[in-house]
């Protein structure tokens, strides 16, 4: 593609987003930034949480990686679904009745002062790591085709990438990025149906009968494996999406702070349903490209990259046409930012509410000096962990993510289940300690499975392990109600 030209749809595409962020941050007060004043339509909530969701991760990486393990991935998609319902009916309904800004505040009152931070920890913990993985992906694909050309260092394009996503959220917060990510997933949407239906029509695909067809008749298009030693075992897969969904989302300040900017619980859990139907439907789509551009390749004679992650780029910025290219862009930027702005928003959050405790120890005019302090740390945090993932990861970047959710999120796991399911308290001073224990036992016996568990291999479902072993840990250090 044309460098100038997709320096033309970026620039624009900046432009729209700015204007979002100028009509969202007018007649804002000290709490808009953190709670949108809780006045957000829920469906424009349900809807920018796909895009949220979703990712680069997903735009990228779950295309490609069809080539690797077929549609298993939708076992994992199907798990989401019990997730989600847990989320609408067990956690939404307790964050709404305690009046929660930060959902790490039901820990300190229901274990004590350490609990409390040892949850918000991990949280900024996983977030910092598994956002800046996202950015990494899209950061890259943007350097493959527009700061390559120019000569462009690969840390200068992601300076300015952060810098961007700094710009547009640093006023108006939480309110402008519920906006922003209904924008961001239209693009995400569109640029998948435009790369199917100019594929399809490549191919000599001429109807959705004939789409339906050619996917599920491709080897590529098994969703399930039942051997149970596999790491992709449905059972394995289906636990470890329901699991990944209620600690990526529901015990995710990221994700919940959106949806405690709706208006009341029942908003709140109609755009958890509706927004769980669509986004199952949306990664069938992603999952079904992924299948097309691999005929597409084979039947071009196109040799396939070595990292799958690079498939879809390659294709839609030198085989496609200049239309396609053009959506293609549109939608990796629209991926990238539609999860970052909003986890600087949440990281922020997390850390004034839990650590700063800005509203109990800060003057009224004194709040929003420090949360925009508070906004740039995380963004210039983010930028230096974008370059660390660059000379470190050899892998998919999608199983990079759920690899780090499952040892950073499972004592987040342990403690909330130790908290909603029993009812004794706990040793709170000794927690920390078990959330560190916790996840560096699940990797030891992760690594050895095979060898103790009878050829067993840990798939994503370590994060279940590294979960019961918290509850374990806070078993043992329990004390009566």
């Not at 040892?118 to 950061?139: H, K, P, Y």
């Not at 594929?199 to 149970?228: A, H, M, Q, Y």
């Not at 490209?289 to 390749?297: D, E, F, H, T």
Request: charged share 15%; hydrophobic share 50%.
């Amino acid at each position: 593609m044309n460098s100038n030209l997709v320096l033309i749809v970026i620039t624009s595409y900046f432009v729209l987003l700015f204007l979002i962020s100028w009509l969202t941050s007018r007649n804002v007060s000290k709490d808009t930034f953190f709670t949108g004043d809780r006045q957000s339509p829920w469906f424009l909530v349900a809807f920018g949480m796909i895009g949220a969701s979703l990712s680069g991760v997903t735009f990228i990486s779950v295309p490609g990686e069809v080539g690797n393990s077929s549609f298993h991935y939708f076992q994992v998609v199907l798990g989401y679904t019990l997730g989600y319902f847990v989320i609408a009916k067990v956690l939404l309904p307790l964050y709404y009745r305690l009046n929660l800004v930060s959902i790490y505040a039901y820990l300190e009152d229901r274990f004590g002062f350490w609990s409390y931070k040892t949850g918000a920890f991990f949280f900024i913990l996983s977030r910092t790591l598994g956002s800046s993985i996202r950015v990494f992906l899209v950061a890259g694909v943007l350097q493959l085709i527009l700061f390559d050309q120019w000569g462009i260092p690969f840390w200068v394009s992601v300076l300015i990438t952060v810098s961007l996503i700094w710009l547009y959220t640093h006023r108006g917060g939480i309110k402008t990025v519920v906006w922003t990510d209904t924008l961001q997933t239209f693009f995400m949407l569109l640029a998948v149906v435009v790369s199917i239906y100019l594929v399809c029509k490549d191919l000599g695909i001429l109807n959705v009968t004939d789409f339906v067809s050619t996917v599920s008749n491709d080897s590529r298009s098994e969703i399930f494996n039942w051997d149970w030693k596999s790491g992709t075992n449905f059972f394995k897969q289906f636990a470890s999406g329901a699991f990944i969904t209620i600690v990526m989302t529901g015990l995710d300040q990221d994700m919940m702070q959106k949806n405690l900017t709706c208006r009341n619980i029942g908003d709140a859990q109609k755009n958890m349903f509706w927004f769980t139907t669509i986004l199952v439907f949306v990664n069938l789509l992603f999952l079904s490209l992924g299948v097309l551009l691999y005929l597409y390749s084979e039947a071009k004679g196109i040799q396939i990259p070595v990292r799958t992650d690079d498939l879809y780029p390659l294709l839609a910025t030198t085989e496609f046409s200049a239309f396609a290219g053009i959506v293609f862009v549109l939608g990796i930027t629209a991926a990238a930012y539609s999860s970052a702005d909003s986890t600087l928003t949440a990281l922020t959050t997390s850390f004034c509410y839990d650590f700063l405790e800005i509203e109990k120890k800060y003057q009224k005019q004194d709040q929003v000096k420090v949360r925009k302090k508070v906004h740039l740390f995380f963004t210039a945090l983010m930028f230096f962990v974008i370059l660390m993932f660059r000379w470190i990861n050899d892998q998919s970047v999608i199983n990079a993510v759920f690899i780090i959710a499952g040892y950073t999120y499972g004592p987040l796991l342990g403690l909330y289940s130790f908290g909603l399911f029993t009812s004794w308290k706990v040793r709170d001073k000794f927690v920390p300690y078990i959330a560190v224990a916790a996840p560096v036992l699940a990797f030891i016996i992760s690594q050895n499975s095979q060898k103790l568990l009878w050829g067993y291999q840990f798939g994503f479902e370590v994060l279940i392990l590294n979960g019961l072993l918290m509850f374990a840990g806070l078993y043992l250090l329990r004390k009566k109600a």
